[in-house]
């Protein structure tokens, strides 16, 4: 049998949350082979996605933003022996946003078959709720951290929004969460549309999608820090 890499889907909250389709799941009972951001949180998704092989036989390598590129190709190995693997992330869909996507390019480039398997992905949640265009979007990933470097991104993703009738998306470090809305109601257009979806899939979750406009007529603003955050800009 051609072995295969498997991209996993893990939830975005709890880890036994249901996040895969029974007959998707029954692909990936029998591995073995993970490679992982991180190997505690790994476990514990693997265990709820009912892989079979028992927990301290399983072969975990690491991969996350502290890799040496170099070392991809020895991360392949089972591949190369002829066992199907699969890349689990810390939460959503792997390769998105994610390290794993340089391993998904490197499988391509040996002739490994590559197989996605459908689950929770919130960039496609938040868009969904949104109400924003979903015909001509990008992700733009972290935006700047600084205040002054923040601001002029978030003016040219409004301009790119109203020139092309793109949505974007971004994301932020959750503790930041709270000043990059604060920058976005202080700077963007009032008839720009931002939608704010947190804590998706989860009891907690919250989408709020209005014009900026109405978000500055809100008493009280959602706390968002710490909280996983989309940020969803549309300028029509």
């Given amino acids: ?20 389709l ?11 082979d993970f490679v992982v951001e991180a190997e505690k949180t790994a476990r514990a998704h693997l265990k709820h996605l009912g892989v079979t092989t028992p927990i301290r036989e399983l072969n975990l390598q690491t991969l996350n933003e502290h890799t040496d590129l170099k070392t991809l190709p020895a991360l392949l190995k089972p591949l190369q022996e002829g066992r199907s693997m699969g890349i689990v992330s810390e ?6 946003a994610d390290p794993g996507a340089n391993l998904v390019a490197l499988a391509h480039a040996h002739g490994f078959e590559v197989r996605p398997l459908v689950g929770p992905s919130s960039l496609l949640l938040a868009l969904m709720a949104s109400g924003a265009n979903g015909q001509s979007f990008a992700f733009k990933g972290y935006l700047p951290s600084e205040k002054g470097e923040r601001i002029q991104a978030l003016k040219a993703l409004e301009q790119r929004s109203r020139q092309h009738n793109e949505t974007q998306l971004f994301i932020e470090t959750p503790y930041r969460n709270d000043a990059m809305l604060a920058d976005a109601l202080a700077q963007l257009y009032p008839a ?14 919250m989408i709020v999608s209005q014009t900026v406009a109405d978000w500055r007529k809100m008493e009280i603003l959602p706390d968002l820090k710490k909280r996983p955050t989309i940020f969803v800009l549309y300028a029509a």
């Fill in 1 to 20: 049998m051609t072995p295969i890499l498997y991209l996993i889907p893990t939830p975005l909250g709890a880890p036994d949350t249901p996040c895969l």
């Fill in 91 to 96: 939460a959503g869909c792997p390769a998105v």
């Fill in 192 to 205: 720009t549309r931002l939608c704010v979806a947190c804590d998706l899939t989860l009891p907690s979750q």
């Fill in 22 to 32: 029974p007959h998707e799941q029954a692909q990936i009972v029998g591995l073995t």
